[in-house]
C-alpha cells in the first residue's frame, strides 16, 4: 500500500511560479512512476507530467512542455512539480499518482494505482 501526500499548492499572479511535492509512503517500488494530474471544475481530469525510473524517464503533456518540470527523489520518496509562467488557465487541483501499471499509456489516469487527495493551484488574472 503506497499513500501519497501534495502540498505546495497556493495562489499566485499570472506569470508566477509554484512548485508542488509528493511524498510516498508505504511500500514503493523502485520501478514505479510518478504522474500529476490536474483536474479544474466542470473538466475532465487532465494528464501533466509523469517521470519513471530507469535513466528518470520524463514525459510532458504538450501544453505545459517548457513550463513545468517533473523530478524524483527516490531517496526521499518525493516527487515535485515545478511550473512557471503559470497562466489562469493552470487553475485546478493538482493530484500525484504513482505505480504505473505499464500495461497502459504514462498518461492514462487508469494506469496509476494510488493517488494523492490533490493540492489546490490558483492563479489569478
Known amino acids: 500500500q503506497v499513500q501519497l501526500a501534495e502540498s505546495g499548492g497556493g495562489s499566485v499572479e499570472t506569470g508566477g511560479s509554484l512548485t508542488l511535492s509528493c511524498v510516498a509512503s508505504?511500500?514503493?517500488?523502485?520501478?514505479?512512476?510518478m504522474a500529476w494530474f490536474r483536474q479544474n471544475q466542470g473538466k475532465e481530469r487532465e494528464w501533466v507530467a509523469t517521470?519513471?525510473?530507469?535513466?528518470?524517464?520524463?514525459y510532458y503533456a504538450d501544453s505545459l512542455k517548457g513550463r513545468v518540470t517533473i523530478s524524483l527523489d527516490r531517496f526521499k520518496n518525493m516527487a515535485s512539480l515545478q511550473m512557471e509562467s503559470l497562466e489562469p488557465e493552470d487553475t485546478a487541483m493538482y493530484y500525484c499518482?504513482?505505480?504505473?501499471?505499464?500495461?497502459?499509456?504514462?498518461?492514462?489516469?487508469?494506469?496509476?494505482?494510488?493517488w494523492g487527495q490533490g493540492t489546490q493551484v490558483v492563479v489569478s488574472s
Open positions: 517521470i519513471c525510473p530507469g535513466g528518470y524517464r520524463r
Open positions: 499518482a504513482a505505480r504505473w501499471s505499464g500495461s497502459h499509456q504514462y498518461f492514462d489516469p487508469t494506469g496509476y494505482t494510488y
Open positions: 508505504g511500500v514503493v517500488r523502485a520501478t514505479d512512476c
